[in-house]
């Protein structure tokens, strides 16, 4: 069974330029999650979606962070304009069903973004 | 505020040794808690989840235990080896969220030999 993939791995830009990250789940997984990961501290979920709805954007700065998945399978977060505090990696998990709490999350390998 | 804390930040222990590796959390109203693992330039590898009914999970070398009532976590690692070393991330899934993942920090631990 494939993994969670992610891309690109690394993207370096400068504050204000925009950037955008690809993520595509296990294959069936109804649930996919984005994380941001400030280096020395835990993961902090941005954005639950299930299937194409979101669930949970509670911590997603609406003012510059953007994610959609349209057809309830791959997705797309977007940074516009970006700041040198969204330097982080950025982890894309799924889950088969998501509602259902006991569930493992399965994570990507991340991507690390560099603003400067 | 719904928050988890592991201690200490970082660990560093001789080959061999067994270890312990602590987690807390402020509302003991969970349904689930899980320890991950994370290499460098990796994603997230679980390791043991252990539901609100259930005391300790046992995966090999690896025993978790939870107690609710002190908001405890603990995470064991008998016999380590230089192929232990990682972070190590305790996560909370609290019963009011769906199925969202409230991490601490992480431990980063070093095995040398």
């Known amino acids: 069974e494939a993994g969670v993939a992610q891309s690109p791995r690394y993207k370096i830009i400068e504050k204000r330029q925009s950037v955008a990250f690809w993520c595509n789940p296990i294959?069936?997984?109804?649930?996919l999650y984005w994380y941001q990961q400030i280096l020395g501290q835990g993961p902090k979920l941005l954005i639950q979606?299930?299937?194409?709805?979101?669930?949970?954007d509670s911590q997603l700065p609406k003012d510059r962070f953007s994610a959609e998945r349209l057809k309830g399978v791959d997705s797309t977060l977007k940074i516009q304009p970006a700041k040198l505090e969204d330097s982080a990696v950025y982890l894309c998990?799924?889950?088969?069903?998501?509602?259902?709490?006991?569930?493992?999350?399965?994570f990507g390998p991340g991507t690390r973004l560099l603003v400067l | 505020k719904q928050e988890v804390t592991q201690i200490p930040a970082a660990l560093s222990v001789p080959e061999g040794e067994n270890l312990v590796l602590n987690c807390s959390f402020t509302?003991?109203?969970?349904?689930?808690l899980q320890w991950f693992r994370q290499d460098p330039g990796k994603g997230l590898t679980s390791l043991l989840l252990?539901?609100?009914?259930?005391r300790e999970q046992t995966s090999g070398r690896l025993n978790a235990s939870l107690d609710k009532s002190s908001g405890r976590s603990t995470l064991y690692i008998a016999a380590s080896q230089p192929g232990d070393s990682a972070t190590y991330l305790c996560?909370?899934?609290?019963?009011?969220?769906?199925?969202?993942?409230?991490f601490g920090q992480g431990t980063i631990l070093t095995v040398h030999p």
């Open positions: 998990a799924s889950s088969q069903r998501g509602l259902a709490v006991q569930e493992t999350q399965y």
């Open positions: 294959s069936g997984h109804a649930t």
């Open positions: 979606f299930q299937n194409n709805g979101v669930v949970d």
């Open positions: 509302d003991s109203a969970i349904y689930n």
């Open positions: 252990i539901q609100s009914s259930q």
């Open positions: 996560a909370v899934v609290w019963g009011t969220s769906y199925g969202k993942l409230t």
